[in-house]
């Protein structure tokens, strides 16, 4: 099965591709002549995967589904939450987002941090909200080469390595998209979604 996913964000591709399986093709929006910035402008990260997915359905008819991903830091009443891309800058720098935030928690004994994701599916013109989310710490500094983002700076509950120190598997299979995807994928199965790509 073909499916559209808001992104262009490579990293996250392969993620959500491992994480669905073979079985879904995943084809990203440029390979639909989407080739624009998709705005997500509201203040939930409900509110901004509903906008991506509806703004690539508008623009394709096509069965599609976008995500929203924010850290939660609770020292941080929430912050950077649905700001997390843009918490340093407006340039997406995950460099400077992970020194800001571990300047602000500078001398902060309580860690405890969420990822929450958020993924909005349009199948057949109706829509769906699928949530995902993982508990953990915020370290007081970066470990492990892998991942993106906050990963080297985040430690799930129950584990001793970073996200950046897992292997992509590890981290899958118990992450805030990963729980999210796994949700979005049996959803699809249990509906029998077919997508054509000729509509
Ligand atoms: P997005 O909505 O998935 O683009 O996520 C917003 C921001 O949250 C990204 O720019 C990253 O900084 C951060 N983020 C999202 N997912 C992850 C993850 O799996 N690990 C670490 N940081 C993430």
């Known amino acids: 099965m073909k499916i559209i996913f ?3 964000n490579a990293h996250k591709l392969q993620e959500v591709q491992q994480i669905l399986g073979p079985a879904y093709e995943l084809v990203i929006p440029r390979q639909c002549g989407v080739t624009e910035e998709i705005p997500e402008e509201q203040e939930t990260l409900e509110g901004n995967a509903l906008q991506k997915a509806r703004y690539l359905y508008e623009r394709t008819g096509l069965d599609c589904f976008a ?12 912050a950077p939450g649905v ?3 843009r918490y ?6 995950f460099e400077a987002n992970r020194q800001l935030l571990l300047r602000n928690l500078e001398g902060v004994t309580d860690r405890a941090a ?9 199948l057949d013109g109706r829509e769906y909200l699928f949530e995902g989310e993982v508990r953990g710490e915020i370290t007081t ?3 492990g080469e892998g991942g993106f983002g906050y990963d080297p700076l985040f430690r799930p509950e129950g584990h001793e390595e970073t996200f950046a120190q897992m292997s992509p598997e590890a981290k899958n299979s118990i992450s805030h998209r990963g729980r999210a995807v796994a949700k979005l994928a049996a959803f699809l199965t249990e509906h029998g979604a077919s997508y054509k790509t000729d509509r």
Request: proline share 3%; charged share 20%; net charge negative.
């Open 88 to 93: 340093a800058t407006q340039g997406h720098d």
């Open 114 to 122: 969420r990822f929450r994701t958020a993924v909005a599916l349009i």
């Open 83 to 85: 700001h997390s891309a």
């Open 67 to 78: 995500d929203d991903t924010g850290l939660e830091v609770r020292a941080l009443s929430g």
């Open 141 to 143: 500094a970066p470990a």
């Open 6 to 8: 808001a992104t262009n």
